[in-house]
């Protein structure tokens, strides 16, 4: 099982600097397509690094500031096209995954409740067509609770794929924070790639594995093996910071270890 890392602190670092600390503890590393690391910006330093290092990688597009389901047009399509340019910047360079937040709903939108859903799920076909058109599989992640998300249980999620071809990226903190791991596991046929990471069942922490509540061991015993030909045998590690991402990774090796 090949296990990588990923938080949003690492984007503070450039590509080289995360790529030499990150390699002393994990041979693959989940790049959030942000500020120094964002790919449309630094692609030229990350074909360096993929060629110097021997790590796999995978991408997670950009999010911040970004909402690919607003009511306004001019910032719903700077997001998605935004995102559409990470997934062909993956295909220029190798990369084969690549995960997606659903668009969110803002001040005009949470006053009609399916206007958010039906906009992303707009997108989805867009994001279908570009997956196709590049090669790179695209995984929508399911979000965590509350009011302005989308995409938090199987049913939300399912409404906004229906006639795609898009991919599933597991998300087991939030999907326990919302009691939807059994629902997402029953189509884990589609699951394309997961991300860990704990909690106290009460709001979105991302601590390390072990510290809250969530039953990663039986999650786990549920979820693999996961037989379907777009899972790589790989688990993403979502942490605060780095010492966190490595204390997670040797949770996360004697619990495979076990099962």
């Known amino acids: 099982m090949n296990i990588y890392l990923s938080s949003p602190a690492f984007c503070f670092n450039s590509i080289k600097q995360n790529a030499e600390e990150f390699s002393k503890h994990f041979d693959n590393w989940e790049i959030i397509s942000e500020f120094n690391n964002d790919l449309l910006e630094h692609r030229d330093e990350l074909k360096e690094v993929m060629g110097s290092y021997d790590m796999g990688f995978r991408v997670h597009a950009p999010f911040s500031d970004l909402n690919t389901a607003s009511v306004n047009r001019a910032v719903r399509e700077f997001g998605q096209k935004r995102i559409i340019d990470n997934i062909a910047v993956c295909n220029e360079v ?8 659903p668009g969110w709903r803002n001040p ?3 006053f009609d409740p399916g206007m958010v859903p039906e906009l992303n799920r707009d997108f989805a076909l867009r994001l279908s067509k570009a997956q196709e058109e590049y090669g790179v599989k695209v995984g929508l992640e399911n979000m965590p609770y509350g009011a302005k998300l989308d995409c ?20 087991v903190g939030h999907a326990f924070l919302e009691n939807a791991i059994d629902g997402f596991v029953s189509i884990k046929d589609r699951i394309v790639n997961i991300h860990l990471h704990d909690n106290m069942g009460k709001r979105d922490e991302h601590l390390v594995l072990g510290k809250g509540e969530c039953d990663l061991e039986d999650v786990l015993s549920k979820l693999l093996p996961i037989d379907n030909p777009h899972f790589m045998d790989s688990l993403v590690i979502e942490s605060n910071g780095f010492p966190d991402a490595v204390e997670s990774k040797k ?6 270890s076990s099962l």
């Not at 190798?94 to 937040?101: D, Y």
């Not at 906004?160 to 599933?168: Q, Y």
Request: hydrophobic residues 50%; charged residues 25%.
């Open 251 to 256: 949770v996360l090796e004697e619990l495979l």
């Open 152 to 171: 938090t249980n199987l049913d939300e999620f399912l409404y906004v794929i229906e006639g795609t071809e898009l991919f599933l990226t597991l998300d």
């Open 94 to 101: 190798g990369i084969e995954v690549i995960t997606v937040h």
């Open 108 to 110: 005009v939108s949470r």
